[in-house]
């Protein structure tokens, strides 16, 4: 954090709050090291200040450029790196009902498409600002922008031939994969696996859920299920949010469906979730309810799944 602010989700910048910045020890030197890697074998170049310390009382004109968070193919290839080095077998395990009439063939290319988040995160934003003058306009503000940068054409040429050409299905496709979507066969293969990392809707882990009588009050995280109060940046507001955006990577660290108690870690800290709270109930995409969903009022989106060799080397 600097300045108050966060460069992270709101969840992590309440979590940061009052708390020094890390300190540049070894695990951070990784964790950097890391990313950077991430990034350079993307194609970008090493000349871009990708991630400069943050430290006390750096000068406001020291610009750093934010690569601190993770996507699907991100998440792959940390598993893959760090986790599973030797085969590197880490898989995706997602809700594929969330594919629509994509075949399984497109549907993961486009889950599995290496993010840029630098260049992912403007590019979401600008094309969401356009959705109101339809596909016609769309199309236009994403041909603008493919001209931008050559990850963001690979990008969009790749969007274009999975939606046979149609900006608006892609980007409607592409929010939908944003909510939580996990279901129950999911969540009981990622408890089988020997590591499971799943990306999750953070604002569940800090706020609380509305109480009947209409007013903000804390809560056990088991209880972090939506709908809740919609969190703007350091307040509530009185807007009600019927579905949660997946932002966060967290760690699972065990399951006891006897006792009904999933316990995630995260933050350096664990929290004890219920199955409700994982999975919530079935909901569409916009979070109108729906037994079929595909999309769920609870805060998995998806994970990453590993059964690492521990072969030693001579």
């Known amino acids: 954090m600097r300045g108050g602010e966060s460069s992270g989700n709101a969840a992590d910048g309440l979590a940061a709050r009052g708390q020094p910045v ?11 090291s890391l990313l950077l890697s991430y990034v350079t074998g993307l194609g970008q170049s090493c000349d871009r200040e990708l991630a400069a310390l943050n ?6 004109e020291l610009k750093t450029e934010f690569v601190g968070g993770q996507w699907r193919h991100g998440a ?3 598993c893959n790196t760090a986790i599973d080095q030797v085969k590197q077998q880490c898989a995706l395990l997602t809700n594929h009902n969330i594919r629509g009439n994509l075949s399984m063939e497109a549907f993961e290319s486009m889950a599995n498409y290496p993010i840029d988040e630098a260049s992912y995160l403007p590019l979401v934003r600008a094309l969401e600002a356009a959705l109101p003058g339809g ?40 929010k939908q994969w944003t909510h939580p979507s996990f279901t129950e066969s999911n969540l009981r293969a990622a408890c089988q696996a020997d590591v499971a990392i799943l990306s999750v809707a ?10 009947s009588g209409g007013t903000p ?17 350091d307040r509530f507001t009185s807007e009600i949010e019927k579905i949660g955006t997946c932002d966060h990577l967290v760690f699972l660290e065990s399951c006891d469906e006897t006792t009904d108690v999933y316990k995630i870690w995260s933050w350096g800290k664990y929290f004890e979730m219920t199955k409700l709270a994982l999975l919530g109930i079935p909901v569409t995409a916009e979070g109108e309810a729906n037994p079929t969903g595909p999309c769920n009022t609870g805060m998995i989106c998806y994970a990453v799944t590993a ?5 030693t080397f001579e």
């Open 202 to 211: 953070s604002i569940n882990l800090q706020l609380p859920v509305p109480e």
């Open 55 to 60: 430290y006390p009382g750096k000068p406001d």
């Open 76 to 78: 792959l290839y940390a």
């Open 307 to 311: 059964s690492p060799s521990f072969e």
């Open 217 to 233: 009050a804390g809560v056990a995280p088991t209880m972090a299920a939506y709908p809740r109060y919609k969190w703007e940046g």
């Open 135 to 174: 596909e016609e306009k769309l199309a236009a503000a994403a041909h603008s922008l493919a001209a931008k940068s050559a990850w963001t054409k690979s990008f969009m040429n790749t969007l274009w031939h999975v939606f046979d050409g149609s900006t608006l299905a892609g980007v409607m496709a592409l």
């Open 22 to 32: 890390q300190p540049a020890g070894a695990t951070f030197a990784f964790t950097q």
